[in-house]
């Protein structure tokens, strides 16, 4: 994330402005002491967030967060203050966090990480597909931010490696493999991989996102296109899905071991 710090205290903004740059979540942090330069930074910079002090006496953080909004709509207001009489008014300014001081790492990081998790569910609910598909930590489907339930949990799997596999074409027998590693593919055990499929279908179809799967002479696939996924926009280097991982991918399964390493090592390296 991109940031600006407006803090009227020299030795509050130098401390916040250190405290950023250790910070995971942030990329890119630059103080001001006044106001105005803030603002006119802002007008040639794109920024994420916006750390500001409520109380300065060149211009109130309130107005400065209206100019703030007014500049550059998408970014998030954290308003860092020793008064906590001002809350309501801020949050009238749409602010996203209101932390009073002295503020901590900690605290800091948790309204971060809030303001990513909000960040990809509003792309997932207003982008355009109504379809998110969560991979980080524990793996499931939403529609219109609701999760879609499953009827068999080899069915749910069967989709998670799909989805795995990022579009991909995947033949009966790989898929098989995936979710019977020790079983021989068999006559009974292609008729359970039949009744596996067609569950899968149903399950689909009735919450309304057939377009997500293509199946066509023995292989399968899902249809990136059709869905926001997590794991895609990390690989594309969105900002906030690369640093909402926290090292967690497709728990339940431990064929996601492969993608899991490559994701960390792609997050690693984007932080040298």
């Known amino acids: 994330m991109r940031a600006i710090c407006v803090d009227d205290e020299r030795i509050i903004l130098e401390d916040t402005v250190k405290m950023c740059l250790s910070m995971d979540q942030i990329d890119r942090v630059q103080g001001f002491i006044r106001s105005k330069d803030a603002l006119d930074y802002l007008e040639q ?14 211009m109130r953080g309130i107005e400065l967060a209206k100019r703030v909004k007014d500049i550059s709509p998408n970014t998030d207001v954290i308003f860092l203050t020793g008064y906590s009489q001002y809350a309501l008014e801020a949050f009238s300014v749409r602010a996203s966090g209101y932390l009073l001081k002295p503020v901590t790492k900690e605290m800091l990081s948790e309204e971060l990480q809030y303001i990513q998790r909000q960040k990809i569910k509003n792309e997932a ?3 355009m ?12 489907v939403f529609v219109d931010g609701k999760p879609i339930g499953f009827k068999q949990t080899k069915c749910k799997e069967l989709l998670a490696y799909l989805v795995d596999r ?3 074409t995947v033949t009966r027998k790989e898929a098989f493999s995936i979710l019977w590693e020790n079983r021989l593919y068999d006559r009974s055990m292609q008729k359970q991989f ?17 377009e997500i799967f293509s199946m066509s002479r023995g292989t399968m696939r899902v249809c990136p296109e059709t869905f926001i996924c997590d794991m895609y926009r990390f690989f594309e280097g969105d900002v906030a899905t690369v640093n909402s991982y926290r090292g967690e ?11 899991e390493s490559r994701v960390t090592i792609v997050q690693q390296e984007d932080k040298k």
Request: hydrophobic share 35%.
């Open 194 to 210: 039949d009744v596996i499929i067609r569950d899968l279908r149903t399950t689909l179809r009735n919450n309304g996102i057939t």
């Open 125 to 127: 609910n207003n982008g």
């Open 249 to 259: 991918y497709m728990n339940t399964y431990e064929w996601a071991n492969i993608t």
């Open 166 to 168: 990022q579009g991909s």
């Open 45 to 58: 910079n794109p920024v994420d967030v916006a750390l500001l002090d409520i109380n300065m006496p060149d």
């Open 129 to 140: 597909s109504h379809i998110f598909i969560r991979t980080f930590g524990n793996f499931d």
